[in-house]
């Protein structure tokens, strides 16, 4: 499975961003999704998830609000709106997967299988 991440950019806080996630594969539609980011001397966190019909939904409590993720399987692809952005949001998003089949989303990194390259995303105040 191959994911690429795009969509980041430079922004001013209180701007918005869109990020994008396209996938390779046809299992798309059977896989969760998520979205994590790591800023440099940091762990990887853990941001937001998706259910792979994309009816269930799980976020960080620091962007709860303010960013929101979506799916469209036709086109294979997640995405993650960010609103209000801060400049604690200053980071390279990374999204994943985790193997078709398994229904449940999940904030622990150990739980997706494959890892798209990143995007940086920078937020001036």
């Known amino acids: 499975v191959q994911l690429q991440a795009s969509g980041g950019g430079l922004v001013q806080a209180g701007g918005s961003l869109r990020l994008s996630c396209a996938a390779s594969?046809?299992?798309?539609?059977?896989?969760?999704m998520g979205w994590f980011r790591q800023t440099p001397g940091k762990e990887r966190e853990f941001v937001g998830s998706?259910?792979?019909?994309?009816?269930?939904?799980l976020y960080a409590d620091s962007v709860k609000g303010r960013f929101t993720i979506s799916r469209d399987n036709a086109k294979t692809t997640m995405y993650l709106q960010m609103n209000s952005l801060k400049p604690e949001d200053t980071a390279v998003y990374y999204c994943?997967?985790?193997?078709?089949?398994?229904?449940?989303?999940?904030?622990?990194?150990?739980?997706?299988?494959?890892w798209g390259q990143g995007t940086l995303v920078t937020v001036s105040s």
């Open positions: 994943a997967t985790r193997r078709a089949g398994f229904s449940v989303v999940a904030a622990n990194e150990g739980a997706y299988d494959y």
């Open positions: 594969e046809r299992t798309f539609s059977r896989s969760v």
């Open positions: 998706i259910s792979a019909s994309g009816y269930s939904t």
